[in-house]
């Protein structure tokens, strides 16, 4: 912005907008406020429920030489993509879910999971993925899983390929 003073076109354009817009409200009285979170409202979002456990046969994360060798340079053809960003752990896993098995029924082979970085790269959805798509109920879908490379989201993504 510069401090030029203003051309009398722009004055009058200005004095226009001016008398259209209204200043924020902002609430009044004492209990119109949120309470601000403690510690045990953070601590009780980041915890697992108790239904929620590891599956006895996890995932391997083994690719064969050719597919580690074409994840490394980016060279995976993406057949879907399903994006986590800005939702809960409560949301997030149920969406993976039905992606995963979409792009199980279409018959894709490579599904492109988008869980974000998260605050200081340790992020709810990124951490808590790998235990997300061990579920019995999507295992069998799924051959193995690599983390992503930079041009499909990097630290914040992940390939999940999908048996035929």
């Known amino acids: 912005m510069t401090d030029r003073p203003l051309k009398p076109g722009e004055r009058k354009v200005w004095k226009h907008v001016a008398q259209t817009v209204a200043p924020r409200r902002r609430p009044k009285g004492k209990g119109s406020a949120k309470p601000l979170p403690t510690r045990e409202d953070f601590a009780n979002m980041l915890r697992i429920p108790a239904g929620e456990t ?97 041009k499909h989201g990097g630290s914040g993504a992940w390939y999940v390929f999908l048996k035929r």
């Open 54 to 150: 590891k599956s006895a046969k996890p995932i391997p994360k083994t690719l064969d030489v050719n597919q580690d060798k074409r994840v490394r340079r980016g060279r995976v053809e993406v057949d879907a993509k399903v994006d986590l960003h800005d939702m809960t752990q409560a949301t997030a896993r149920p969406a993976l879910h039905k992606a995963i098995m979409r792009a199980a029924n279409r018959n894709k082979s490579c599904l492109l999971v988008v869980t974000g970085k998260g605050l200081r790269g340790d992020g709810v959805l990124r951490r808590n993925f790998p235990d997300w798509i061990a579920d019995p109920a999507i295992r069998p879908l799924i051959a193995t899983y690599a983390p992503a490379h930079i």
